[in-house]
């Protein structure tokens, strides 16, 4: 009798502690961001928000908790580490290191802060905590002001396979676009009839005026999709998309006109250097800089910026115009500049 008694009670202590140590479908760990989205732009800062709400009562946490902040790849087929957390031992990792760190408001806030965002920091973010054998996730994006602009190379329309685009957009002080930059472009009136790369290796197009070359007279407006193509064999133009800057974009002012040559000694003996295509349309678009002179840029391209259409300049419509790839000996056309403030 006392044998079947003792054995009950070492039974039922076993019971509860293995309840205590595996409690079954319970949770006592979740996270959440809050919100969908956070917007910022480039050299600007950022907080994505991340909340733990966890049993404090429970078995697990005590002093082991690990917070781990990955970013999603465009196609969502990796994860790039960017913070890993736990106690005082904090880690950030690749172009992160010594731009983001967590808030830390209260001892369940795991919210990822950044000091100073770049292009490509555009893109969604998980924030992960794990608790002894609690586990819980959560996603939030951080999407950036900007405007996207097409880009094709001197060689002409749709020379660019994937990888080629990338650095294309990057020489031109951008990134590649997002579907949604794209999508929101079109949103604000963006119609562009070449088909383009985006980031997660599809190609497509935006039309907010249908016509016969560009889909047909009698198809909707929207995003013309080619679907996902081969990233080294593929060659189309490329949508980039790029963001505010902390310099100064100017036209240099000049009697005479440059050679491509005498743009950039020109721009350099001003303690600038020659302006980039990207550059030029974030004036344009983000600062409503407006010019009615041709000129020279990096890529050996002559554009102008008009935010105020009037004849003789852009008389329809609010663009950058493209005159063209000329050749690079002739002296017809001025010089845009960049002086950076750092």
Known sequence: ??????????????????????????????????????????????????????????????????????????????????????????????????????QEADENDASLVFSEVHLDDYGQYKCEVIDGMDDATDVVSLELTGVVFPYSPRLGRYNLNFHDAEKACLEQDAIVASFDQLY??????????NAGWLNDGSVQYPITTPRGPCGGNNTEPGLRNYGMRDKTKNRYDVFCFTSTFNGRFYYLEHADKFSYDEAIAACKKDGAQIAKVGQIFA?????GYDRCDAGWLADGSVRYPISNPRKRCSPTEAAVRFVGFPDKKHKLFGAYCYKSFN
């Open 1 to 102: 009798m006392i044998t079947l008694i003792s054995f009950a009670l070492i039974s039922l202590c076993l019971t509860n502690s293995y309840a205590q140590l595996f409690p079954g479908d319970s949770t006592h760990l979740t996270v959440s961001t809050h919100q969908a989205k956070v917007v910022s732009h480039r050299g600007g800062n950022a907080t994505l928000p991340c909340r733990l709400d966890r049993d404090i009562d429970s078995f697990f946490g005590s002093g082991g908790m690990r917070i781990k902040w990955t970013k999603l790849t465009a196609d969502s087929s990796k994860e790039i580490d960017v913070l890993v957390a736990m106690g005082f031992h904090k880690k950030s990792y690749g172009s992160f290191q010594g731009r983001v760190y967590l």
């Open 283 to 287: 004036a344009w678009k983000l600062l």
């Open 184 to 193: 929101e472009a079109w949103r604000g009136g963006f119609d562009w009839c």
